[in-house]
Each structure stands twice: as C-alpha cells, then as structure tokens.
C-alpha cells in the first residue's frame, strides 16, 4: 500500500459553519469519484445562500469532484478559497466544456411509439414482397443469361451445394421423419381403434405423408439448415465487400451466389421430400408392425391399394416450388445486409421465418388447386 | 560477469524497478503462446508513471496480446505483470475490481455497446462502479465526459451504428474515462481515420493526458503519433521488449527492425514534418 492508496481511501465530507456573517462550506477528504459517497446529494440539499467553499481540507480531486463542485459554484455563485491540490484548473477544464447534452433520443410517448411501429411494419413488409419479387424477377434474368451463355454455368458450385443442402441434410431429415411417421400412426392409430379401424391407420400414414407431411417438414428442416446459411454466407460476403469485389472484376453476384445455390435446392427439395416420405412410411409401418401387430407385408400391400399414385405428384410437384422460395428468401435477405455484424443476425432469422411462412401460404394454396383438379 | 552473476543482477534490478513508487505497470517475465506459436517470451516493461509510452512493432508481434495480459483478458503462461504495486496474475476478478476501477480502455473498434447511446454507454461504468451517484448527476457527468473527448453535443443521443468512425472512437474514448482513470489504455486510437482526425485525436489524448495527469500504454502504427505525443516508445521484436527510451535513443540502437522502422520512408518523412514543427515554432 502506497501513500495514493491511503490517500483515495479517505471520504469526502462536508462541514457549514458561519463566519463573519458569511456562510461557509468545508469540504474535506478526496473529492474522487470513489470517494464522494453522498457528498453531491448533500450539497444539492444545502439551502439559503452560499458565499464561499473552503477546500482546505481536501487532499485529492478528480474531474467527477470538479465537476461536483462547478455545479455547486455554479448555483450559489460563490467563490472557493484554500485550494492545494490544482482544484480551480480541473473545476476551469470541465468548466468549459459544461454544455447541455441529451442522454436519450427524445422520448415518444407509447401510443405514438406503437402506432408508428405497425405502420413501419406494415411499409415493410409491403417493401420486403416487392423486393422478393423483383429478385425473383433477377433470378429469372440471370438464368435466362446462363441458358443463352452456358459457359458461365458453375457447375461445380452447384454440385458444391447438393452436397451441403442434400447430403449432409439426410440424417437428419431421416431421423425426423421416421419419428413422425411413427407419431401419425400411434396418434392415428388410438383414434381409429374407437371405431374398429385400425387398417385405417395405414390410409392416414401413406396419404399424408406423401401429399403433405413429407415436403413440408423437408422443406421446414432446409429451410432452417440451408435457408438461414444462405442469408448468413452472402450477409458477410456483403459486409466484407466480396460482393461488391466481385461485381467490380465483371462477375454477376445473381449468376455466381444465388442461382448456383437456387439451383442446388430447387433440385434436393424434391429428392429430400421423397426421401422424407419414404422413411416416414417405414416408421409408420415400424409402429404397426410392433403395436398393432400388422405385418411389413400387410402394410405394403395395403398401401398400394389405398395411396393414387397421384398423391406422390402431389408431393413432387410442391417440393421444388418450396426450393424456390426458400433459397430465394435466404439469398435476398443475405444481400439486403447493409451496416453492421447485427444485421447479419437479423437477417438470417427472417430469412428463415419468411421461408417457412411462404411455404405454408403456398401449401394451402396448393391444397385448394389440387382438390380442385380432382387430385384428391 | 558469469552468467550467474548476470542473472542475480537482473533480478536486483527487477526486484528494485517493483519497489518504485513512479511506476505504474510492470512486466516481468511474461510468456505468452497459442498453441505451438510462442509471442512473447522473458518480455519485461516498466510504464513509468504520467508518461504517454508507445508501443510499437511488427504485425503479429503481440502488441495487442500484451495489453491483454495487462488488462487480465488474457492469462499468460508465465511471468509477472503489476499494475501499481498489484500483481494481476491469476486474481480473481473482484479482488482486482480496486485497481479495475482505476484504468480505462479503449479497443480498436472502439467497442461501444451497440443497444446503448453514446452517452448510455458512458454511463454505464459509473452506473456498475457507483449506484451512490443520482441519475441527475450521472447524466451530467456523462455530458461533460462527451465534451470533453470533442464529441458535439449532438452526439449524446446517438446510437454507435450512427456515427463515424473517428467519433465512435472518441465515444469510446469518453468512455474509458469515465471514472477518471489514473491509467490509459488505448489500441490504435488513430487507425482507420484520415490525417486531419488522427491529428486532432493525438491532441485531444495529449490534453487529456495533461489535465487528468493520465499515464497512457498507447499501441500504434502511425509514426506521426509516435513523434507528436510519445514520451517513450517501447518496440516489440524477437518475443520480448527490444528497446524501450525516447526517439532519439532508440534510433542510436543498431537494431535492424528499428532503423528500418524510423529511417523508412515513411520514419523519414515523420522525422522531417516535425522538425518543420520545430523551425516553425523558433
């Protein structure tokens, strides 16, 4: 322990006294910030006039003190005597620099705040669709390009991306989808028993599966793995300038980012999805085969009678329309990513949460068509 | 002088640099490595109380890995590191809160809270350090910090992502002084800004440095810093401190890194603007 050590230790304080009919104030101990204690709010409290401060007594200060002490000068008007410790230059220095400044940005009151906020949101997503779109609109352009010059397909970045987006995506999606076939048959299964129809059982797995639950979780699980990389990968590219590098050495960031990564899904999606499904089918038939004692052989045979062949096309022919939007979704909001790291965060949850309610519109959508074509 | 003897010299002089009242950080020793690659290596430092000292080096000498130690966000492999009288190593952190309290730091980026203002930012280590000071006079402790660094008023209320990057670095400056720290730290303050800014901020630290009687533990580049401000420069090479004195001491070295460094083309051209300074003055 130094002398400065002992020294910070000693709290500042304060003591009023009235000499020659002048009121006076003594201060003493450090004026540091770690010292200060209460001192600032007792000189606040201190009422009628005040015509000097007497710093006698004080061994040590720091700009917080001097700034204590401004104020307190500044209120009453008084002058300081006693000085020892440099006070009056440290009390001049933040002195000239004593100027309003406003800690917040100005504050809106709630109702205002929230209605500006659902109009914001709303211009938003208007401006997001139309963006969406007109990317769309490029994606198409840039394809077009490519078909006219197949020279500048990259070959080897889309089979890159199979890779990335299909194969590495089949544990997992293998995985969930045998545990949701194995879901939709006990559910469907303690249902139908109510009625004597466990065989049923098979009908529910089989048709729904195909039609629907098998490209919808596909397409939820990329989505999730390949939508929001997507929006990850260019956001950074965009930050550090790689894009624009790119467009400066005469490469199309549409021809050689997003449709290689299109690409890639619009062509896993639907071997994900069938994939997908057919594991589900083997869940489910795995679940009536040990639960409700219905053989492996009973189940195929059985599926083959009560599942059209359409209810496969169903499936298939959604699944690379679900590729679209969701690398498109991932690849537009990777390239809106303008200021900061933050956006980069932002933007791949979008990314994501576009994707998938995107998906589900258009699924419903096309659940309406397909009845109507009599695909049922 | 056997080997032996040499040591035990060393030591005493180690051993009588600690005792010293006028310095306020000391290296001793220290080791510090990733993996296979060692970047520092017995590098001792003494920063002598109220100087501003440089420290320079090569990129990927450990410049910033050694302010690291010194601030504790990096434990090294061996050695000592005192910071006013306090050993640093292996403390836990509320025991080294006290000598915490008493530095500042400014990183490279400037390293602003990006949810907080300007000024939000200012406050928050009075705000963790001492509920005892009022909302009141923390924001007008916060206004006057922000002049104080040459932010405009118009700063406070701003969010980091708004401002460019000389005044977040002065934002962040701001900052590190909030609690009026006896120490300074700062990690290329003059990097990324054009001539006229850095010059403005190698004035403003110089200032500071003046009123609040700061000792400051400078890492940087810019050669025109190094003349304009530095009291001592301390150059990193080879893993340790190669030399550590005031300009023209070290150009009497014959270290080649050195006379590279300060008779570059760009040494050269720093050497001459100042004495262009110098003539004008006289």
Redesign the interface.
């Given at each position: 322990m130094d002398h400065t050590t002992a020294l910070m230790n000693k709290a500042a304080d304060l003591a009023q006294e009235v000499r020659d009919g002048e009121t006076v104030i003594r201060l003493s101990g450090n004026m540091s910030i770690a010292c200060l204690n209460h001192l600032p709010d007792r000189l606040d409290a201190i009422e009628g006039p005040v015509d000097t401060i007497d710093l006698s007594g004080v061994e040590h200060m720091d700009t917080i003190g001097a700034w204590v002490l401004h104020r307190t000068i500044k209120r009453w008007n008084c002058k300081i005597t006693g000085d020892k410790c440099d006070a009056e230059r440290l009390i001049a220095a933040v002195g000239r620099v004593d100027e309003p400044v406003n800690i917040r940005p100005d504050y809106v009151p709630p109702w205002q705040r929230v209605v500006g906020q659902i109009g914001e949101a709303v211009v938003n997503a208007g401006s997001t669709m139309l963006g969406l779109l007109g990317f769309f609109g490029g994606t198409l352009v840039a394809t077009w390009n490519v078909i006219r010059h197949p020279s500048r397909f990259r070959i080897n970045a889309v089979v890159q991306r199979f890779e990335v987006v299909g194969v590495s995506a089949l544990g997992i999606i293998g995985l969930m989808s045998f545990l949701i076939g194995i879901v939709i048959a006990q559910q469907g299964s303690v249902q139908l028993r109510q009625f004597g129809m466990e065989m049923l059982t098979i009908n529910l797995v089989g048709r729904l599966t195909f039609r629907e639950l098998g490209v919808l979780m596909t397409a939820i699980m990329v989505a999730g793995r390949s939508g929001s990389a997507f929006a990850a990968q260019l956001g950074t590219m965009k930050l550090t300038e790689e894009v624009d590098a790119m467009r400066t050495i005469g490469v199309s960031p549409m021809e050689a980012l997003v449709l290689p990564r299109t690409l890639a899904v619009v062509v896993m999606m639907p071997l994900l999805g069938f994939y997908s499904s057919i594991v589900a089918i083997v869940g489910g038939g795995f679940l009536c085969a040990v639960s409700l004692d219905i053989p492996p052989i009973t189940f195929v045979q059985r599926l083959r009678e009560v599942v059209p062949i359409h209810d496969l096309w169903v499936g298939l022919i959604k699944a690379p329309v679900f590729g679209v939007i969701i690398a498109l979704a991932g690849c537009f909001q990777g390239m809106q990513v303008k200021a900061n790291a933050e956006e980069v965060g932002l933007r791949t949850t979008s990314a994501v949460v576009q994707a998938i309610f995107l998906v589900i519109v258009l699924d419903a959508f096309f659940a309406v068509f397909f009845t109507w074509v009599g695909w049922n | 002088m056997t080997p032996e003897e040499a040591m035990s010299a060393e030591e005493e002089r180690v051993e009588k640099a600690l005792e010293r009242?006028d310095v306020a950080i000391s290296v001793r020793n220290l080791r510090n490595s990733f993996g296979d690659q060692v970047v520092h290596e017995g590098l001792n430092l003494d920063v002598r109380k109220g100087e501003i000292l440089g420290v320079v080096g090569g990129s990927g000498t450990g410049k910033s890995v050694l302010m690291r130690s010194i601030i504790g966000l990096q434990t090294p492999d061996e050695g000592e590191v005192h910071v006013?009288?306090e050993s640093m190593i292996g403390r836990l952190d509320d025991e080294a809160l006290a000598i915490r309290?008493r530095w500042g730091v400014l990183f490279q980026g400037g390293a602003l809270f990006?949810t907080l203002?300007v000024?939000?930012n200012v406050?928050v280590p009075?705000r963790e350090y001492?509920p005892?000071?009022?909302p009141k006079?923390r924001?007008?402790?916060?206004?006057?910090k922000?002049?104080?660094t040459g932010l405009p008023?118009?700063?406070?209320?701003k969010y980091p992502?708004e401002l460019s990057g000389g005044m977040k670095k002065r934002a962040g400056l701001a900052r590190a002084l909030a609690?009026?720290p006896d120490l300074l730290f700062l990690d290329e303050p003059t990097a990324g800004l054009d001539p006229i800014g850095a010059a403005a901020f190698d004035d403003q630290t110089r200032k500071l440095q003046k009123?609040?009687g700061l000792t400051v533990f400078l890492i940087t580049h810019d050669l025109d810093t190094l003349y304009s401000i530095c009291d001592r420069v301390a150059v990193l090479a080879d893993r340790k401190v190669t030399a550590v004195g005031t300009i023209d001491e070290l150009l009497a070295t014959d270290h080649p890194w050195i006379q590279e460094y300060f008779n570059g083309p760009r040494g050269r051209a720093a050497t001459a603007a100042v004495a262009r300074e110098k003539d004008k003055r006289r």
């Open positions: - | 009242d006013f009288g309290k990006s203002t000024a939000e406050e009075i001492y005892n000071i009022g006079l924001d007008e402790i916060a206004a006057y922000i002049r104080m008023a118009e700063a406070g209320p992502a609690l009026d009123t609040l």
